[in-house]
């Protein structure tokens, strides 16, 4: 089993999750525990980008999650969180 990696969230994103339903909350947590496992599993943010492969979004219905996945350090830096429900 691989190790999960730990979420560490920028200051927008800190603050776009403090305003969230608590229910919404659980459903980022949910999400960052899904990529934590699998950090490429999700969809690269610009598959067009050849040097942007550990830039991702996670979508779920109207919740986006937008994270770079930093290997040297081996932990997600979530960027931005976006609620468009």
Excluded at 33 to 40: F, G, L, M, V, Y
Excluded at 42 to 69: C, H, K, M, N
Excluded at 70 to 79: A, K
Aim: zero cysteines; proline letters at 11%.
């Amino acid at each position: 089993m691989t190790p999960a990696w730990p979420a560490r969230l920028s200051p927008n994103a800190s603050a776009v999750l403090a305003g969230l339903q608590p229910e919404v909350q659980e459903m980022v947590r949910d999400v960052l525990d899904i990529a934590s496992r699998q950090p490429w599993g999700w969809s690269q943010w610009d598959p067009t980008d050849p040097e942007g492969q550990d830039l991702r979004r996670a979508d779920v219905g109207p919740l986006t999650v937008v994270y770079f996945i930093n290997e040297p350090r081996t932990y997600l830096y979530v960027l931005d969180i976006v609620w468009a429900g």
